[in-house]
């Protein structure tokens, strides 16, 4: 947790540089003579709560509280009164808005210590209630609710997301010529940004995919245009993402991808695991980047399995990632099991170090089934 | 934490990006090549001598560096590359685009040259 800021307003010097030195050893602290240079100082930085004398020259405690009490940023900001014996009248006549406490002068400082701790303590709960929240709710947005159900073919995917995990995506459209498009994703970075910048990516995928969609079937020409968007859109500047779009045809039984950067996918055929050379650069990072088209065969009882880096950097108990090259032996293990995408999450676990999976996690498993076998 | 940078000629900086380039410290990563990058400088090196780890948000950040200065032909080199910073260079086709020398003094030279 970053640390917190705390405002002092207070005119008298000693006062002043005693709650200075004293909170300081724990929080972020700046101080401001009187309600008027406060006022400044909070445009500046917005502190975390502020404790305010209240007798001051040029504006007092009362008249910054009342000031703070009409912007919707400011109102909210954990406010304590320093009060003088003598300000007790003042503060009996009115009770005040948004004062969350008054503490008497002379004062007993780890009193004050320990109300200034509770009450940051109490914004970080609610901070951190709220982004859990904002996080799960972008998470479920990133991912369908439902997947085809075509015949002859299996097709499966789970999502596991963290609260302080990245921006995997997942998404599938059907296309006029009863084919899917299947876009996997992870855009980087961490926590809810990450989240908030996926959310808003795949939507312009998903609108892109529709116009596209019109004039061709490439992966590779969508790859272009997202890239495109990437570099020169406004608000997704500075996002990278890596990417995987992959037209699936039941009916030819193959797909067709094109990978930015994203994890290999593996194919698993009756004969054994293979991962496909195939990949070029991630989106975001450069223009006018060539991305190219790969079609894989699906043969009676192939699968194809995409995943996210969640499962490629998960630690083994040597402390090592588990790599591309154990994802391609879990494949292969889990391969025939009547729940394959459980059978590989939990060998990968007992292979892991920790019980549960550090990162957001998604795979995607696609299989035909072998009617011959 | 700060990383350290030093000036190795008018035009070239180099960072050593320590033991971790991640979510935790990205940002500081980003004031320090800003500074750099505002004063000029085009060139920069990465020493990843000592890197056992490089994230995501760690990659997210060098790819910032190399958006900012790559319009005014900007270039970002890799030296010494260690094996975990590999693997993710790898992954994500990166070395495509930063070119990867085996040290700091043999990147400084192709600058130069």
Known sequence: MAEHTVLIVEDESTVRE????????????????????????????????????????????????????????????PFIFLTARADEEARQQGQRKGVDDYITKPFDMEALLSRVERLLERIDMFQTQLNAEIGQDFSNRLLPDQVPTVEDYKFRFHSEARQQGGGDLFDWTETDNDTYFLTIGDVMGKGLRAKFYAFSFLSYVRSTLHTLLKESTSPAALMARLNDMLLNDEVLEDTFATFLLMHWSPNTHTVTYANAGHCRPVLMTPDGPEVPEHSDLILGLEEDVAFSDVTLDLDPGAALVAYTDGLMEQRTQDGDMLGEDGVRDLVAEAYGSDDSIRALLDSALIRSAS????????????QRENRNG | MGFDARRASSETVVIHVGEALDFRNADAFKSTFQEHVENGIRQFVLDFSDTEVLDSTGLGAIFSLYREISSDDGKVAFADVSEPVQVVVHLTRTYKVFRQFPSVEAAQEAFSG
Do not use: C
């Open chain 1, 18 to 77: 005693l709650l200075k030195y004293r909170l300081g050893k724990h929080y972020d602290v700046y101080a401001a003579e009187n309600g008027e240079e406060a006022l400044d100082r909070i445009e500046e930085t917005i502190p975390d709560l502020i404790i305010s004398d209240i007798m001051m020259p040029k504006m007092d405690g009362f008249a910054l509280q009342s000031a703070l009490q009409t912007d919707k940023n400011t109102r909210v900001i």
């Open chain 1, 355 to 366: 019980d549960q999976f550090e990162d957001d996690l998604l795979v995607t498993w696609l």
